[in-house]
């Protein structure tokens, strides 16, 4: 294994590499799905981000960011799309090119990141939520509408919008290493758990949702691995999807705030849980919590 360089893109034939690590990190086809280099340099020339990682002369990671507005926010940086080579991942390298991008926007004066993600994705929620420390106040069914990469084929893009305050003590807690998500046993007493699940053979499916609003906090499960629940059960996938889009829209529409990731180990299974808390932003960002 090689040392990891992070750094600009040195020229506008690099973008040909970048977008070759797209097609591998979310398993796309082709090249249709991907952003073409041309819009990669005219972001980079327009008050954009667009840092590499390197090993050994070839990129394995990139980051890719542009400004975004919105009446909620005002400025602020919009990432719309982090990615590392499946033969890379696990290394800590998508966790660098974030620092990398959250060093860079701190500079150029922003105090808030923005993107989206599939919530029903366990990884990608661990990283976001677990090692970044975001929080999510949005949720939208079907956003991109039919995507075809492998990673979203077969089902409908629902996703997060999740907000990165870059400069908050939450954020500079989380990864700074000084704060960790709760475990399922600390919250387990303290919260409302709207979704029942139960095994069919070896996977995971939803049996009942009941949405009630009576606690503070409330603790959502999702899949375990969706993508294999996806090769394994298309329905039981798709049922998920449909089930949580009900869970995400109510609480949401309440006022509760995704707060954590928490990850389960239970007799060699992965669960996964997402940790909604009704309060204000500004407790939350100081990195006030109300299970310790
Ligand atoms: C998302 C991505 C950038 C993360 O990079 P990575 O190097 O694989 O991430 P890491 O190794 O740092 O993190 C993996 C973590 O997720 C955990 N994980 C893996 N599968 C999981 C699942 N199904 N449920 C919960 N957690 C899971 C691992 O246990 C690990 O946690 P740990 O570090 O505590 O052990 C990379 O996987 C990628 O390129 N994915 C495709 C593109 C993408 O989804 N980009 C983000 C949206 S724009």
Not at 9 to 27: I, N, T, Y
Not at 71 to 77: D, K, P, S
Not at 247 to 274: A, C, K, M
């Amino acid at each position: 294994m090689g040392n990891i360089v992070y750094r600009d893109v040195r020229d506008a034939g690099e973008l040909w590499e970048v977008m070759d690590v797209m097609k591998d990190a979310w398993g796309m086809e082709d090249y249709t799905e991907a952003v073409p280099p041309h819009i990669m340099w005219a972001i980079m020339h327009n008050g954009g981000l667009l840092k590499v990682a390197e090993e050994d002369g070839r990129v394995v990671g990139f980051v890719l960011g542009f400004t975004g507005r919105d009446e909620r926010h005002g400025l602020y940086h919009y990432s719309h799309m982090v990615g590392v080579r499946r033969s890379h991942r696990g290394r800590g390298i998508a966790l660098r090119l974030k620092l990398e991008q959250r060093k860079w926007a701190i500079n150029n004066g922003y105090s808030l990141v923005i993107w989206t993600y599939d919530p029903h994705q366990g990884l990608n929620a661990r990283f976001n939520f677990g090692k970044l420390g975001v929080i999510n106040r949005e949720f939208y069914p079907n956003y991109y509408g039919e995507m075809r990469d492998s990673i979203n084929r077969g089902l409908p893009s629902d996703r997060f919008r999740v907000e990165w305050w870059i400069q908050s003590p939450r954020v500079e807690m989380r990864i700074g290493g000084r704060d960790r998500p709760p475990s399922f046993d600390e919250v387990k007493d303290l919260v409302y758990m709207p979704v029942t699940t139960r095994l069919k053979g070896s996977l995971r499916v939803v049996e009942d949702v009941k949405l009630a609003t009576r606690d503070e906090l409330v603790l959502v499960e999702f899949p375990g691995d969706i993508n294999l629940l996806r090769e394994n059960d298309l329905r039981e996938a798709l049922r998920w999807k449909l089930e949580l889009r009900k869970v995400f829209s109510y609480y949401i529409d309440r006022g509760y705030i995704v707060v954590e990731h928490i990850p389960l180990r239970e007799n060699g299974e992965r669960r996964n849980f997402y940790l909604l808390w009704r309060t204000g932003i500004n407790p939350l960002l100081r990195g006030d919590y109300p299970w310790r």
